[in-house]
């Protein structure tokens, strides 16, 4: 057993906004996976860039240190300053060693003005004197931390805090090379600007300057004081790459590069919200768009499914009112020239075709009526009227009335073949029979005023024809024309043969119809003043019996004659 779907018992508008609904939502969902999918790709791609960002900032950040570190190499190496602490410490508080400190000062000085994030230069002498030069002396450095960071350096540079202050500082040790004796004579500490050092090096933007530098997961400088803790940059000693972090109950991501050159880590942070600020724009303006569609498919597609069903509930009504046997026409509304207005007219036509069949099969039943109604009038008795034109007949001859005779033989014989023949279909032979019979008595009455002619060849004499076709066509043609001139009346009738069939006509020349009267007769409203049986109901028989193709037309003008033809299919027994 084949199952239905579950909305076969729907309305044609509920399938409608059904499938209006599920499109949307179908819609909306490669919509929202298409946006995660270019989402995690824009920020994949942010991520990288973030990270590239950092490998080329702390690329120059690192060059920049390593110039520091040559600058700070440069300054303990250099004969002149160490000469001037070599007499420093031999002559501390004599005039000597006064004028030598100036010229020390002026020396560093040099140095210090090569580069403007150069905060200060400061020697301590092994006197644990400090000598310090530049745009900011008032730096201070713990020189015991640093001695004891130097203690096993061998010389080497090494970079650490400033206490109090948001910078770092380069220190190593100065050794004396004169004879290579590599006397520890003294500390050199070179203090960096670090805000002034990032913003002449690296180029972030105002919105994206949180610029970190660690040190062994300590922090040696950051851009926003007091707001990092140096377990928020626990990472790998080597290489570089990004993460994200939640510090303080926001997240972050964590771009980190190390140096090539020292002991330092570099990191980058931004905001995951500046992230996802762009992609939560795209997701509002979705779901607004979603919202905004929603609404519409629903007012749209309830709007546009009533318009198409409320055309065919319109139609169902029409066809259970058919249905319940009213077969009125209802006016429908207008609608538009689609497939339901076609039904529409479809059922129109198809309404009328049936109203006009029930109107024909009407007519239909009261000719079968009224034919049989005179059928069974004329077959009262019928033998007591042959026997009366018999008795009729015979007196007539024993009184040598001939006429008389010959007129009651004729009628006899007339009636005989009308009546006693049951048949609707007879010969055109014996349809002439009666037609000759009919004659005869008429030509009694009239005499010479009527001319009758029959020209009809003995091949179509077995040719089927409805019975009373011509007769009455005859006397018609007598009544109407003979009746009504005083001249002779010609009345002749032929026959044909035509493409559809067989053609009979019967002219005559009287007075002629006028046109008004031609259109009563073919609807019936004119009815003929003899047998009673008009052309109307003749035309109507033939129609019945052959189709529409056949049947009787008139052709007559007032006062040149007329001729009714009639049309039959070819027949014969």
Known sequence: MKLKPFYSNFKIKDKIFSVSLLLLMIFGLLGLITYHYFTSLYEERIYEESADMLQLSSSVVDKELNVIEDLSFQISTDAVIQNYIDTINRNKYTFEGYQTESRLLERLLTYASTRKYISSVQVIDQMG?????????????????IRRLLADTQGANIWTTIDGENGISSARL???KENLSLEDIGTLIISIDMNNFVEETLNFSPDNKDFVITSNNDIFYQSSEGEWERDDFSHKKTGSGYNTTEIDGKEYLISYSHSQFSQLTYHHLLPYDNITKQTDAIKIIMIVCFLLMLTLTILLSRRA????????ESLSARMKKVQDGDFEESIPEDYYNDEIGE???????????????????????????????????????????????????????????????????????????????????????????????????QKYRYDKRLDFSLDIPEQYHNSQIPKLSIQPIVENAIQHGLEEMI???????????????????????????EEDKLEGIYRGEIRSKSSGIGLNNINERIKMMFGDAYGITIESEAGKGTKVKILLPYMTE
């Open 174 to 176: 100065i050794r004396k």
């Open 129 to 145: 004197e400090k000598h310090t030069t530049g745009y900011n002396t008032q730096i201070e450095n713990d020189s015991r931390k």
């Open 343 to 441: 039904l529409h007219e479809n059922f129109r036509l198809m309404l009328n075709r049936i109203n006009e069949l029930i109107k024909e099969n009407y007519t239909k039943q009261l000719m079968i009526k009224e034919t049989e109604y005179k059928a069974l009038q004329a077959q009262i008795n019928p033998h007591f009227l042959y026997n009366t034109l018999d008795s009729i007949n015979w007196l007539a001859k024993i009184n040598k009335q001939e006429k008389i005779s010959v007129m009651a033989d004729a009628l006899g014989n007339m009636m005989r073949n009308i009546i006693s023949k049951k048949a609707p279909m007879i010969t055109i032979k014996e349809e002439l029979d009666i037609v000759r019979n009919y004659i005869t008595i």
């Open 305 to 312: 499914a009533k318009q198409i069903s409320k055309p065919l």
């Open 487 to 513: 001249d002779e009346c010609r009345v002749t009738v032929n026959i044909s043969e035509k493409e559809e069939g067989l053609e009979i006509s019967v002219s005559d020349n009287g007075p002629g119809i």
